[in-house]
């Protein structure tokens, strides 16, 4: 009986709504027909009230424009103002206005939510410089430059999915809370245990087991790779590294592929540059107007720019030929380039440069330089492994991947000499149990929005930044 008396309820709630339909504004913005009765929600972006007619603008995430609201100045309402949520309910109508497809001609406005416009940091018709709105991390997503963003960074996501899932790539959930330390740079955030969980006191870590945020899904994916083939991840990573500079978070993403029955570098590169192109060709096709206001306020000198470095085949050159690259190269550097030491930031600017200001691979690093995992090339004097790193302009190293050391003897003596065995003894295993050639890549996901999009800091490429001494929210 109870039942049948809230469902009464139910729908005398529901009759007693408007029947009009409900459009978001993409929709109406994009309709190709006049309607009688829509109704539109949102948050209004500008009023202007004159003697015969009242303008608004409203805006609901769906798109960068926003849809034109004409009504009969009787309708406006003080707390009608700037920054309030409002429902519209009217005619959709082809607009004169030459920049608009349509509008919509008000029958009734409903403030839902009013706006106190004197403490909203946000300003009418305002182009808030990018560091300003950071200061308000939960609002500045009301900005229309972080709104592009928010959009662009939510079809790359899908668009990344799309690549692998298109190209018979498993999706793997990699773990964030992990016991290895994949890079081996000791950049770990370690996880301790709550006073309230502790059985004891003296109990530390995660449980009395070390463990720590993940700084790489790669080992995880390797293990995974040995039953799917191929297969893909797509989360946070997380690195304690202490640095303000405008290409560092402590929190960010990383999309991270894992190859089997692979021999050659070449073959990771070509699925790192196809998936950089594919996904930038969706981006572009998906949201051009919003990738165009990065192109117009942001960067102007990237218009045109990604449209051609599709078209091209990336470089590749060998860390051997970068150094002697950065030898010649007129200039002096802060870090002297020499054999055997890591390519610093002024020298990849430098390689990107001198190659034409286009992504650049540079593969084969000294041995020395990187981690355990990497495969020894046997390659003489200069000894080397088959390390990729993709340079792209304005950012530096956007990707990284190698072929992984799948022969267990040479696995077991580097580990051994790094004191590791018992650490990776699974990762030995791996060896052992059906072992094959095998590589993978991981492309940092906000240095890949920064290239694209021409964004200087990476703290505006992301909706909640983390980074030292800052995790606002
Ligand atoms: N999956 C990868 O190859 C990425 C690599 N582990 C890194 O963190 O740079």
Redesign the pocket.
């Known amino acids: 009986m109870l039942g049948a008396w809230r469902g009464w309820r139910a729908l005398r709630r529901c009759s007693s709504l408007p029947r009009a339909v409900r459009l978001r504004v993409r929709q109406a913005l994009g309709a190709r027909e006049p309607a009688e009765a829509v109704r539109v929600q949102g948050w209004v972006r500008s009023v202007r009230s004159q003697k015969e007619v009242l303008f608004l603008h409203i805006n609901d995430g769906s798109s960068l424009e926003s849809l034109q609201v004409v009504a009969d100045p009787s309708l406006e309402k003080k707390d009608l103002t700037f920054g309030s949520a409002v429902e519209v309910q009217g005619k959709l109508v082809k607009s004169p206005h030459r920049m608009q497809n349509m509008e919509l001609q008000a029958e009734t406005i409903r403030v839902v939510g009013p706006c106190d416009i004197w403490s909203f940091p946000l300003k009418m018709k305002e182009r808030h410089p990018l560091e300003y709105v950071r200061q308000f991390p939960h609002l500045r997503c009301r900005n229309n430059t972080l709104g592009a963003l928010l959009r662009i960074r939510s079809e790359a996501t899908a668009g990344i999915h799309s690549f692998f899932q298109d190209n018979g790539y498993v999706h793997i959930h990699t773990p964030i809370i992990t016991s290895n330390d994949?890079?081996g740079a000791g950049e770990l955030f370690q996880i301790e245990t709550p006073r309230e969980a502790k059985e004891s006191a003296e109990m530390t870590h995660f449980f009395n087991v070390p463990a720590f945020l993940t700084?790489?899904?790669?080992l995880h994916?390797e293990v995974m790779a040995g039953a799917f083939t191929h297969v893909f991840t797509f989360g946070p990573t997380f690195r304690a590294e202490n640095s303000q500079s405008r290409r560092h978070l402590a929190e960010f993403y990383?999309v991270?592929a894992?190859l089997s029955f692979t021999e050659s570098l070449q073959d990771i590169m070509q699925v790192m540059e196809d998936l950089f192109k594919t996904v930038t060709s969706t981006v572009l096709s998906k949201c051009p107007r919003d990738v165009e206001l990065f192109h117009k306020y942001i960067a102007p000198a990237q218009k045109g720019r990604l449209e051609q470095i599709l078209k091209h085949k990336f470089m590749i050159i060998s860390y051997s030929e970068a150094v002697e690259i950065l030898k010649q190269a007129p200039q002096t550097f802060t870090f002297k380039p020499e054999w055997g030491r890591d390519l610093q930031t002024e020298h990849e600017k430098y390689l990107v440069k001198h190659c034409g200001d286009v992504p650049v691979f540079v593969v084969n690093y000294p041995y020395d330089l990187k981690p355990f995992y990497m495969r020894d090339n046997e390659d003489g004097p200069q000894h080397t492994v088959a390390a990729v790193d993709l340079l792209v302009p304005g950012v530096g190293e956007l990707c990284?991947?190698?072929l992984r050391e799948e022969r267990l003897p040479f696995l077991e003596s580097r580990l051994q000499r790094l004191g590791l065995t018992d650490t990776y003894q699974w990762y030995l295993d791996l060896r052992k149990f059906g072992s094959v050639p095998h590589g993978?890549?991981?492309m940092g996901f906000e240095r890949y929005l920064q290239y694209i999009l021409g964004v200087d800091n990476i703290k505006d490429v992301i909706p909640f930044p983390r980074f030292s001494h800052s995790c606002l929210l």
């Open positions: 994949c890079e700084v790489s899904g790669q994916l990383m991270e894992e990284g991947g190698s993978g890549f991981g």
